[in-house]
Antibody, heavy 120, light 107 residues
Framework: EVQLVESGGGLVQPGGSLRLSCAAS????????MSWVRQAPGKGLEWVANIKQDGSEKYYVDSVKGRFTISRDNAKNSLYLQMNSLRAEDTAVYYC?????????????WGQGTLVTVSS | DIQMTQSPSSLSASVGDRVTITCQAS??????LNWYQQKPGKAPKLLIY???NLETGVPSRFSGSGSGTDFTFTISSLQPEDIATYYC?????????FGGGTKVEIK
């Protein structure tokens, strides 16, 4: 059974940092693109970043470029999102999502999400 | 970036009704279009990929069509368990974008 379990969310002050983790199991993690998708309270879905199977390619939504870094550790079956210079508008539930083997843009499995709140 | 315009933003229909949601892309995205269902407090679930392919295990009352810039998602006979918000999402390029969502309620 495919499982994605996010952790690391919480309350952080504006300008602060947070590192999210996603533990994957039930599939060959190193064979799949992986993504982070977020959802602000009461709002729609927004793709944040994705990373290729070997970590050689990474892409970001414009609003987080230069502040967020996506990474992965295939030996630990884990995905990460380092978030720096956090802003109030980054407040959201952050989901880890698996993409296809060849299709980076189809999110076929999702975690339960972790809430990040940026507030003073 | 490619903008995805989804309509309506909400709808109310009776059990058994046919429900249709549309999604328009700001430029040609071929068939690189997916549909997701999100129930309150839950993660999204993939229903349709590549515009018209039903994900394994998804009931056949759900369907999708379209290509280029105009896409349609249909529930052929609305069921009480279909109450949710539905999102389209494009992946024509590596800047992925979602539509604004359609909240489906029972009349």
């Amino acid at each position: 059974e495919v499982q994605l379990v996010e952790s690391g969310g919480g309350l952080v002050q504006p300008g602060g940092s947070l590192r999210l983790s996603c533990a994957a199991s039930g599939f060959t993690f190193s064979s799949y693109w992986m993504s982070w998708v977020r959802q602000a309270p009461g709002k729609g879905l927004e793709w944040v970043a994705n990373i290729k199977q070997d970590g050689s390619e990474k892409y970001y939504v414009d609003s987080v470029k230069g502040r967020f870094t996506i990474s992965r550790d295939n030996a630990k079956n884990s995905l990460y999102l380092q978030m720096n210079s956090l802003r109030a508008e980054d407040t959201a539930v952050y989901y880890c999502a698996r993409s296809g083997v060849g299709d980076y843009g189809i999110f076929d499995y999702w975690g339960q999400g972790t809430l990040v709140t940026v507030s003073s | 970036d490619i903008q995805m315009t989804q309509s309506p933003s909400s709808l109310s229909a009776s059990v058994g009704d046919r429900v249709t949601i549309t999604c328009q892309a700001s430029q040609d995205i071929s068939n690189y279009l997916n549909w997701y269902q999100q129930k309150p407090g839950k993660a999204p679930k993939l229903l349709i990929y590549d515009a018209s392919n039903l994900e394994t295990g998804v009931p056949s009352r759900f369907s999708g069509s379209g290509s280029g810039t105009d896409f349609t998602f249909t529930i052929s006979s609305l069921q009480p368990e279909d109450i949710a918000t539905y999102y389209c999402q494009q992946y024509d390029n590596l800047q992925l974008t979602f539509g604004g969502g359609t909240k489906v309620e029972i009349k």
